[in-house]
């Protein structure tokens, strides 16, 4: 009797966007892999020298995690960027301006005015 071994049983899936492109890379899965040992793999600290002037923050599956943390086959390890501004601040600094996200103005009562064409 054999056995099938699909190809999440051996490997991590490592993946990194920017606002245009993305890249994702398979890597080898081995026993008490770490989230960023898999980055390290992957390559992609070379191919995005940027990643490597930040802390990573990383996430598995959307869940963030520490760079430590202990990978099991067929894991999918996001890097992502870090923000460049905490989004509720930013929020407050457009309402108080007279603007909404998205830059449309504000009425006094608070309410998006709709655009004129």
Same mark, same amino acid.
């Given at each position: 009797?054999?056995?099938?071994?699909?190809?999440?049983?051996?490997t991590?899936t490592?993946?990194?966007a920017?606002?245009?492109?993305?890249?994702?890379v398979?890597?080898g899965?081995? =026993?008490?892999m770490?989230?960023?040992?898999?980055?390290? #793999?992957s390559g992609? $600290?070379?191919?995005?020298?940027s990643? %490597?002037?930040?802390?990573l923050?990383?996430?598995i599956?959307?869940v963030?995690?520490d760079s430590?943390?202990?990978?099991?086959?067929g894991?999918?390890?996001?890097?992502?960027? =870090?923000?460049?501004?905490?989004?509720?601040e930013?929020? #407050?600094?457009?309402? $108080?301006?007279?603007?909404?996200?998205? %830059?449309?103005?504000?009425?006094?009562?608070?309410?998006?005015?709709?655009?004129?064409?």
């Amino acid at each position: 009797m054999s056995t099938v071994t699909s190809k999440s049983d051996t490997t991590v899936t490592v993946l990194y966007a920017l606002p245009d492109e993305q890249t994702i890379v398979d890597v080898g899965f081995e =026993p008490g892999m770490t989230a960023a040992l898999a980055v390290k #793999r992957s390559g992609l $600290t070379e191919s995005y020298p940027s990643i %490597g002037d930040e802390d990573l923050v990383l996430g598995i599956w959307g869940v963030q995690v520490d760079s430590w943390h202990q990978l099991k086959p067929g894991d999918r390890v996001e890097v992502s960027r =870090p923000l460049k501004a905490d989004p509720r601040e930013m929020r #407050r600094d457009f309402v $108080t301006s007279g603007r909404v996200m998205g %830059g449309a103005p504000v009425s006094e009562g608070g309410v998006r005015k709709k655009a004129r064409e």
